[in-house]
């Protein structure tokens, strides 16, 4: 099995907590050759899609984590998987970046996730298709409706659709002295859609990531504990990982969401879930495997590996 991988730059990423090494250190345990792409390096030339790659080995170490052979071209055909693990933000690159790996896909290379879900899967907006999923939600830029949801709802979080890692969260209520300028500020005065939604109290209990492989659920989630002082539970912003079971809402949302995810070929995916509402659908390059990984003892990692193969047909 060929196995390429298009990510931030390998020499930066945090040991203890990347689950795209993750990913890469289960495929090299089964024998899958690794070829390691930055997003500067991937281009179409015609209808071809290729590359200018680097075989990689990947080590479970605090340094000297990685080793890179010199750069060689490749075809991405020759593939037999491709993971699209660049972060956000999801702008028009990323856009662009989709339309050269379907490309790969049409020919054969299984791209996880699909292309085409990467675009039509807003990570903060594909919620409202669950509604009896989530919490009163608005999506706007009209700076009137969003503090007319505000004075509706009482304390209101504010965020941008295109961010990740907690990036520019904002709590809000309606006496708030500096809501004017938090609803001016994310809109871009009016000229970019936001998220409002609902504060929920259970954030105090955590933000809890579910993994799901091929739309079935991790049964134990990392509920994400923001610290004092704090609004968000995102890792990123500080928050404190805690190992909890499935509860039967969550698994009640796995089982809205799943088979429509996994029917568009979205193979891994993390949902969030305050208390009992869906809040986020985490598609590009969900996270928190090696927490889970360290709490429970699984190879997830694995199991994702294993997915993907039975995916490609293919075995070893």
Known sequence: MKLG????????IKVEKDTTLALLLAAQRRGWELYYM?????????DSPRAS???LTVADAASDWYRLQPRAEL???????????????????YVYMTYILEHAAAAGTLVVNAPRALRDVNEKAF???????IAPTLISRDPAQLHAFIEQHGKVVLKPLDGMGGASVFLVEPGGAN?????????RHASSFIM???YLAAIEQGDKRILLIDGQPYPHALARIPARGELRGNLAAGGAGKGVGLSARDYWICEQVGARLSAMGLLFVGLDVIGDCLTEINVTSPTCVRELE??????IAGQVIDCIAGRTGKRG
């Open 196 to 198: 409002a939604q609902q």
């Open 53 to 55: 790659a680097r075989i």
């Open 179 to 187: 809501k004017n300028v938090i609803v001016e500020t994310l809109t």
């Open 294 to 299: 360290r709490i429970y003892g699984d190879d």
């Open 127 to 133: 919620i409202t298709r669950f509604p009896q999923c």
């Open 5 to 12: 991988v298009i990510m931030d730059p390998v020499a930066g």
């Open 38 to 46: 930055e997003m500067n390096d991937v281009y179409l030339h015609g």
């Open 75 to 93: 075809a991405l055909v020759e593939l037999d998987v491709l993971l699209m693990r660049k972060d956000p933000p999801f702008n028009m690159e």
